[in-house]
């Protein structure tokens, strides 16, 4: 295929992406989150506000996928979130025009500074604002003439931009949990959440989606969050989107079919996880025909039983069942053979010198009848 051209046939309006947006920033991230970024450009230039349920409406996500993305982007610096006194989000302020402006007068006055002042004194006279948590300090470089031991002493501690970035993201992470679960998180609380995000190695996004999604389906417990997170762990999942997807495999098959065993409080685990995909992806079965052979796998055994459910569901698919009326026939053609069979004549032994003799019908109750009286 050669080169496209592209040309303006309408007469609308445009909204104006940067080229450096498309370059650098579009192509690695998340299309949910590039949706939202072009939405959110649209909307500055109408000039209208919004509110995060509109625009999850309007792009059909939710408004934990809307926070998140306004969380990626402010991290990539395209965008800063302002908060209200309650700590909810009050408004977005797109770019970062406000720091490059600072930045620039910053540096437009130590210009017009630097041919009569000495950096050294200014710096010592000036007063410092309190440092905010996990800041990291700017190195400056201490005078050729001092003691070097003294140095060692004094110099502040050099600390890795990527642990401040983690430590601050984690806080934040910790935040949006207490939102979610409507409580302040206890130290095992924190701890658990600290072996989600440094252990199993889970994003802050996947982090959050785990928690808005045990949450969402009730369940606000550590402990069933953490059941959720290991069954992630072990399938893989390492991205919002791929526990999305597995998500709605555990909602729609896994958990109707441990309600249909009893099973109550869990997961499923990776190997109850297995049959259920080889019964709804391999043979193709749909959900009803599923839960049949799961009641009658408890009616026949009476508990839970994957192994015996998979015997009656390979024997279905042998025997080319799509629908529950095929497992009625089915059923009326065993029921019909095996009626058949009870009412047919017994077969008569053929005599040999072992049964060659004649047979004797034996009165029960004169027998007893007997017995009593000798």
């Known amino acids: 295929m050669g080169m496209l051209s ?12 940067a080229n450096d947006f498309i370059d650098s920033y579009m192509t690695k991230a998340n299309g949910e989150y590039v949706k939202v970024y072009l939405l959110l450009l649209r909307r500055m230039d109408s000039g209208k ?23 990626y982007w402010a991290k990539e610096g395209l965008l800063t979130i302002e908060y209200g006194a309650g700590g909810d989000i009050s408004g ?22 630097l041919s009569c002042s000495d950096p050294i004194a200014e710096a010592e006279s000036s007063p410092q604002e309190d440092e905010p948590w996990g800041a990291i300090p700017e190195h400056t470089e201490e005078p050729a003439h001092a003691d070097s031991s003294a140095k060692k002493e004094t110099a502040p501690p050099i600390r890795d931009i990527g642990q401040y970035k983690s430590r601050k993201e984690f806080k934040q992470l910790l935040f949006i949990t207490e939102k979610y679960i409507g409580r302040p998180l206890s130290p095992s609380d924190v ?45 893989g999942i390492s991205s919002v989107s791929e526990a999305r997807r597995s998500a709605s495999f555990y909602n729609k098959d896994c958990s109707a079919v441990l309600k249909a065993f009893g099973i109550t409080g869990r997961m499923a685990a990776s190997v109850e996880t297995d049959f259920v995909k080889k019964w709804s992806s391999e043979f193709g ?7 049949e052979a799961c009641n009658r796998t408890v009616s026949a055994i009476h508990q839970p039983s994957f192994e015996y459910a998979d015997k009656i569901l390979s024997n279905w698919h042998n025997k080319g069942v799509h629908h529950l009326k095929d497992v009625a026939m089915l059923d009326q053609a065993y029921l019909q053979h095996r009626s058949a069979r009870a009412s047919s004549p017994a077969p008569t032994a053929k005599k040999t010198k072992f049964n060659n003799f004649e047979e004797r019908n034996y009165n029960m109750e004169d027998l007893e009848r007997q017995l009593l009286e000798s």
């Open 285 to 291: 079965f749909t959900l009803d025909i599923i839960i």
């Open 49 to 71: 506000g919004f509110s995060v349920s509109e625009l999850a409406d309007i792009l059909e996500i939710t408004e934990g996928d809307i926070l998140r993305a306004f969380r």
């Open 92 to 113: 977005l302020l797109m770019g970062n025009a406000e720091t490059e402006n600072k930045k620039n007068e910053t540096t437009a006055k130590t210009q017009d500074s």
């Open 6 to 17: 592209i040309r303006n046939g309408s007469g609308h309006q445009f909204t104006l992406v």
């Open 191 to 235: 701890e658990m959440m600290s072996y989600f995000y440094d252990t199993l190695q889970f994003s802050a996004d996947l982090v959050e989606y785990l928690v808005e999604y045990c949450v969402e389906n009730g369940h606000k417990s550590m402990h069933y969050i953490k059941s959720v997170a290991l069954a992630w762990a072990d399938a």
